[in-house]
C-alpha cells in the first residue's frame, strides 16, 4: 500500500512537472529581452515596467477577477444547491433536468453566446421601459450579463463534481442530524456542506477556471465596461503576443502562488 | 458555516442588484467597436485630451463578430471598423450612417487613391483607417527558387512548408486569380473550377493561421506564406530574411475603414474622432504601430524612411491589387466549398 | 457503519416527493434553466429552420434545407455528408483524450485524495493554477517548446539526441497533447471528490481478507470510486467534442473540428441558422446518448 502511495506520489510529481513546464516557461520569457522567438536575448524588467502603464490591460485584468468571483460564487451555489435537491428528492421530470444541465457543456461557444446575445437584446427594451419606472439604471451588456453567461456553463460542472460525492452517501448521514432536533436547514449546513466541500471546491475551482479563460461567449455578451483579459489578450495575438502577456500571466500566477502559501500559514498559525 | 453564509447571502445580493449594476445609463461620449490592438491607446488618450470626449472602447478580432453583434442589436456604438466588403454589405442593407464630411476637413489628407473606392464611390459612408494586402512571404534563407505568385508556391516543391490564411474566401480568391478571374468573379461555375484547383493545394499546406501566421514562419515550421501584409511587415522588421512579394496574379487589397452605424448616438463625436485621426501627426502614431499602408497622404510625408522602404507596408511598383465586393449569400457556399476540401 | 458497495440503480431510500420547501429551494436553478439555457435553445432551435439573406440575417421562412444538408450529400443524394466525417473525428479526439486523461489524472487525484488533510486543498489549487494563466498565453508557450526551431529540438540537437529538428507541432500528436493538457485537471478534480472520501478501513479490510492490490482495486476502490470517474469523464468527453482551439493553434487546423465549422457559420459563412442546425443536431444527438445511457444510472 505503501509503495503503491510512493508511486502515485511519483507519478504525480511528474504531472505537475507536465502542468508547470509551459508555465516556468513563460515567466522566464517574461524577462527576456526580445518580443518574440525563442532565443534569450538578455534579462529585462521592460515588459513588467510596460505592463504597468498599460491602463486597458489591468483594467481588463480587474474585471476578469470579478467576474470570475461572482461566477464561481453563483455556479456554486446552484451546483451545489442543485445536485443535493435532485439527490434528496424525487423530483418529476427529473431525468430532464439532469439532462439539460448538460447543454450549456455540449452546445459550441459560439451558439451559446449568440443565442444569449439575442435573448438579452429581446429582452432589454421590456426590462428597461419596467425599470425606467424607479430606477436610473438600463439593462445593458455588461457585467451582469457576462456573469450570467459564464455561470450558466459553469455551473454544471459544479453540480456534476457534488453529484458525484452524493452518490453511495450515508442516506442516515443527514437523518442523524434532523433525529437530534435541528432544522432541516441547519442541518444541511452543519453535515451535508462540510460532507461535500472537497467536492465544492473542486466544483469552484474549476468554474472559476473556466470564467477566466472564456472567450468567446464573453465577446458576445460583454460591454465596452467589462472588456475581459481574455478578449484583450485575444485580440493581442494578431500582433504578435509580447512578452508583457507573459508578464501579467506571471504576475496572476506568482500572485495566486503567494495568496495559497499566505492561507496556509495562517491555518497553521489558526493551529 | 458563517462564511458560507455570507456567500450565499453575497451571491443573492449580487443576483438582485445585478440589474441596477448592468450598465449605468449610456454616457455621452464615443462608443468604439474596433478591432483589438488596432486602434493605439495613445491616439484614444490624445483624442479625449484634445476635445475631452470620453472613449469606451470594445474589441473584436474579426469583421464578422463584428457585424453578428452589430446585427444582433445588442449594443449601440458609435464607431466601427469594417473591412471593404463589409462596408458594402452595410451600406446596400442601410446600416450605416452618412457622414456630415464638413465635420471631417481633414479628409483632404487622404491620398487621392484611397478615395472614391469601390465599395464606398462617393465617400458617404467610410472613410480608410489602413490599407494592406493580402500576399507571399518568403524565408529567403530556407527558399532559393523564386517564387513569384501563387503558382510558385504550389508548385509541389514546398509541399508542407506552406502556411495560409484560414479564411475560406481568401483561399478562394488566389485560386481564381490564378486562374485568371477578378477575386470577385465567384458563380456557381468559378467556385466549380477552383475545386480541383483548391484540391491540388490544399495538402501542401502544412497550418492554417488568420490570427498570427508570422509564429509559424518565425519558428521555422513553414518557409512560405500567404498572409496580411501587416504580418509581412513585422517579419521584415525582424529579418530581412523575410521578403514580401505580391503574387503576380492578381491580389487582394484591403481597406479597413471608420463607419458608423445607423442610429448611432454620438454621430458627431464620432465624425470629431475621425477628423482628429486624419491629423498626419497622430496617423503617424497609428503607421508606427501598425506597419500597414497609410492612406493618409500628409501623413506619410512624416514617416521614416525605414517604414516606407518596408515592401509589405509600400509595395513597389504597380501590382495589380483588387478590393473584395460583398458576395452576401456565396459566403455560404465558399464555406461549404472549402469545408468540404479541407473535411475530407 | 458500512458503507455496501453502491449498487447504481438504487435510490437512496429518503427520497422523497419534494414539498413546498423543496420546490421552492429548487427554483433558482429551474429558473435559471429555463431562462438561460431552454429559451436560447428554443431559439436556436427556430433558427435552424430558417434561412439566412444577403447581409446574414436571419430570415423567418420556414425550410428544411439547412437539415437536409447535414445529413444529404449534395453530390451524391445519398446519406453522410462531410459534416459526419468531421462530427467522429472530434468524437474520437475527444474520447482519446478523455482516455488518457483518465490514465494520467487518476492516480494524481488518488495521491491529492489520500495525502494529509491540510495538504490536499493546496495540492488541488497546484493543479489549477496554471491553467489560470490565459490559453493563448500557455498555447503559445507549448508551441516555443515543440517548434521546429523550439527549445524541445534544440535541447534533443544539443544533447545530440537526434542530428535533424523532429517535427512535432502541427501533427495530431500536438493536438492530443494540447488536449490532454487543457483538460487533465477537469479529470482530476472530480475523481479526487471521490477519492477523499475513501474509508481506510474499506482498503485495510480487503486486504486482511487476502486480497492483493490489483483485486483490492478491482473489487473496493473502483466502484467507490466510480462516480468520481464518471464525473471526470463527463466532464472532459462533453466539452471535448465541440472545442476548436487547440486543433487550430498547435494542430495548424489542418483537420477541421465540428466546433470550428459551427463557428465559421456564424462568423465567416455568415449563415447562423445552418450552424444553429448543426449546433442542434449536435445537442439532440447528446441529449438521446445521454438518456438512453443514464438509465441504468440513475445519476440524478
Same mark, same amino acid.
Given at each position: ?124 427594451? !421590456? ?66 456542506? !462540510? ?28 460591454? !465596452? ?47 | ?84 466588403y ?82 475560406n474566401r481568401e483561399i478562394v480568391s488566389w485560386a481564381l486569380s490564378?486562374l485568371?478571374h477578378s477575386v470577385n468573379d465567384i458563380t456557381p461555375e468559378t467556385l466549380e473550377k477552383v475545386k480541383?484547383?483548391l ?51 492578381h491580389?487582394h ?69 483588387e478590393?473584395f465586393n460583398d458576395i452576401g449569400k456565396l459566403a455560404k457556399d465558399i464555406d461549404k466549398l472549402v ?6 | ?268 459563412a ?31
Amino acid at each position: 500500500m505503501a509503495l503503491i502511495n510512493w508511486l502515485c506520489g511519483g507519478w504525480t510529481a511528474l504531472i505537475f512537472a507536465f502542468l508547470y513546464l509551459p508555465i516556468l516557461l513563460l515567466i522566464v520569457y517574461s524577462f527576456n529581452a526580445t518580443d518574440f522567438g525563442v532565443s534569450w536575448a538578455g534579462f529585462t524588467f521592460d515588459w513588467y515596467k510596460k505592463l504597468w502603464s498599460n491602463a486597458p490591460l489591468i483594467e481588463a485584468l480587474k474585471n476578469s477577477l470579478i467576474i470570475a468571483s461572482i461566477t464561481t460564487v453563483l455556479s456554486v451555489f446552484l451546483g451545489t444547491s442543485g445536485a443535493w435537491l435532485l439527490h434528496r428528492y424525487r423530483f418529476p421530470l427529473l431525468k430532464t433536468v439532469g439532462t439539460l444541465i448538460f447543454v450549456p457543456m455540449v452546445i459550441p461557444e459560439i451558439i451559446m453566446g449568440v443565442s444569449l446575445l439575442i435573448f438579452f437584446t429581446v429582452i432589454s427594451a !421590456p426590462l428597461n421601459n419596467w425599470l425606467a419606472h424607479f430606477s436610473e439604471a438600463e439593462f445593458g451588456l455588461g457585467y451582469a450579463t457576462v456573469i450570467i453567461a459564464h455561470t450558466t456553463f459553469c455551473f454544471p460542472f459544479v453540480l456534476v463534481a457534488v453529484q458525484a460525492r452524493l452518490a453511495g452517501v450515508d442516506p442516515f448521514l443527514e437523518e442523524a442530524a434532523l433525529d437530534l432536533g435541528a432544522p432541516p436547514l441547519k442541518a444541511f449546513f452543519l453535515v451535508m456542506v !462540510p460532507y461535500l466541500l472537497p467536492a465544492i471546491v473542486s466544483g469552484g475551482l474549476m468554474a472559476f477556471t473556466l470564467s477566466m479563460d472564456e472567450y468567446i461567449v464573453t465577446i458576445f455578451t460583454t460591454g !465596452p465596461e467589462s472588456q475581459t483579459l481574455t478578449i484583450k489578450i485575444f485580440g493581442m495575438a494578431k500582433k504578435g503576443l509580447d512578452p508583457s502577456l507573459n508578464a501579467i500571466s506571471t504576475v496572476f500566477v506568482l500572485a495566486t502562488a503567494a495568496l495559497v502559501v499566505l492561507a496556509e500559514m495562517v491555518r497553521k498559525i489558526n493551529r | 458555516m458563517k462564511t458560507i453564509r455570507l456567500l450565499f447571502a453575497f451571491a443573492l445580493l449580487g443576483i438582485l442588484a445585478a440589474p441596477l449594476h448592468a450598465a449605468p445609463k449610456k454616457k455621452a461620449g464615443l462608443n468604439l467597436f474596433c478591432w483589438s490592438e488596432y486602434v493605439p491607446q495613445e491616439v484614444i488618450d490624445g483624442f479625449t485630451k484634445e476635445t475631452g470626449i470620453k472613449v469606451n472602447v470594445e474589441n473584436y478580432a474579426s469583421n464578422e463578430e463584428m457585424l453578428a453583434k452589430l446585427l444582433a442589436g445588442g449594443a449601440k456604438y458609435d464607431l466601427i471598423q469594417p473591412s471593404e466588403y463589409t462596408i458594402e454589405a452595410l451600406a446596400k442593407a442601410d446600416k450605416l450612417e452618412e457622414l456630415n464630411l464638413a465635420n471631417i476637413p481633414n479628409i483632404k489628407n487622404l491620398a487621392p487613391e484611397f478615395t472614391k473606392m469601390p465599395h464606398d464611390p462617393d465617400g458617404k459612408y467610410s472613410v480608410p483607417w489602413m490599407a494592406g494586402s493580402v500576399g507571399i512571404v518568403v524565408n529567403t534563407a530556407k527558399v532559393k527558387t523564386p517564387v513569384k505568385g501563387y503558382k510558385d508556391v504550389f508548385d509541389g516543391s514546398h509541399k508542407k512548408r506552406i502556411v495560409v490564411l484560414n479564411d475560406n474566401r481568401e483561399i478562394v480568391s488566389w485560386a481564381l486569380s490564378f486562374l485568371d478571374h477578378s477575386v470577385n468573379d465567384i458563380t456557381p461555375e468559378t467556385l466549380e473550377k477552383v475545386k480541383p484547383v483548391l484540391k491540388e493545394w490544399l495538402p501542401q499546406v502544412k497550418v492554417y493561421d488568420s490570427d498570427s501566421p508570422k509564429t509559424a514562419l518565425l519558428n521555422g515550421d513553414v518557409d512560405l506564406g500567404i498572409v496580411w501584409s501587416g504580418e509581412a511587415a513585422i517579419l521584415f522588421k525582424k529579418n530581412k530574411k523575410f521578403q514580401y512579394v505580391l503574387p503576380s496574379e492578381h491580389a487582394h487589397r484591403f481597406i479597413d475603414s471608420l463607419a458608423i452605424p445607423k442610429g448611432a448616438a454620438n454621430k458627431e463625436n464620432a465624425e470629431k474622432f475621425i477628423n482628429y485621426i486624419l491629423k498626419p501627426e497622430v496617423s503617424v502614431k497609428i503607421s508606427e504601430a501598425f506597419p500597414y499602408t497609410n492612406p493618409n497622404a500628409e501623413a506619410r510625408k512624416l514617416l521614416s524612411k525605414a517604414q516606407l522602404e518596408n515592401p509589405a507596408s509600400y509595395p513597389p511598383g504597380d501590382p495589380k491589387l483588387e478590393t473584395f465586393n460583398d458576395i452576401g449569400k456565396l459566403a455560404k457556399d465558399i464555406d461549404k466549398l472549402v469545408t468540404d476540401l479541407k473535411g475530407k | 457503519m458500512i458503507a455496501t458497495t453502491p449498487v447504481a440503480s438504487e435510490a437512496p431510500s429518503n427520497q422523497r416527493r419534494p414539498g413546498f420547501l423543496g420546490w421552492l429551494l429548487m427554483a433558482p436553478m429551474l429558473l435559471w434553466l429555463v431562462a438561460f439555457v431552454v429559451v436560447p435553445t428554443a431559439i436556436l432551435f427556430v433558427y435552424s429552420f430558417c434561412q439566412r439573406d444577403e447581409l446574414g440575417q436571419v430570415v423567418y421562412q420556414f425550410s428544411w434545407e439547412n437539415y437536409r444538408r447535414i445529413f444529404i450529400d449534395s453530390d451524391t443524394g445519398q446519406f453522410g455528408t462531410v459534416y459526419w466525417t468531421i462530427s467522429l473525428r472530434s468524437v474520437i479526439y475527444a474520447a482519446l483524450t478523455t482516455g488518457v486523461c483518465l490514465l494520467f489524472g487518476y492516480p494524481v487525484a488518488w495521491f491529492i485524495g489520500r495525502a494529509p488533510e491540510r495538504r490536499r486543498n493546496l495540492l488541488l489549487t497546484l493543479v489549477m493554477i496554471p491553467f489560470w494563466t490565459s490559453f493563448l498565453v500557455r498555447t503559445y508557450a507549448w508551441i516555443t517548446i515543440l517548434s521546429t526551431e523550439g527549445l524541445l529540438n534544440s535541447f534533443l540537437q544539443y544533447t545530440h539526441l537526434i542530428s535533424e529538428p523532429f517535427e512535432m507541432l502541427y501533427t495530431p500528436g500536438a493536438v492530443v497533447l494540447g488536449l490532454i493538457y487543457n483538460y487533465l485537471p477537469f479529470l482530476i478534480l472530480p475523481v479526487y471528490g471521490s477519492v477523499e472520501k475513501l474509508d481506510n478501513t474499506l482498503i485495510e479490510a480487503s486486504f486482511d481478507l487476502g486480497a492483493g492490490p490489483l483485486r483490492t482495486f478491482q473489487r473496493v476502490i473502483l466502484p467507490l470510486t466510480w462516480p468520481g470517474i464518471v464525473a471526470g469523464i463527463l466532464l472532459v468527453f462533453i466539452p471535448a467534442i465541440g472545442m476548436f482551439g487547440i486543433t487550430q493553434l498547435m494542430g495548424g487546423g489542418i483537420q477541421p473540428t465540428i466546433g470550428e465549422v459551427i463557428q465559421n457559420q456564424f462568423l465567416q459563412a455568415r449563415d447562423a441558422p445552418f450552424g444553429a442546425a448543426l449546433g442542434m443536431t449536435l445537442v439532440v444527438l447528446f441529449i438521446v446518448v445521454f438518456w438512453f445511457t443514464s438509465r441504468r444510472q440513475r445519476i440524478a
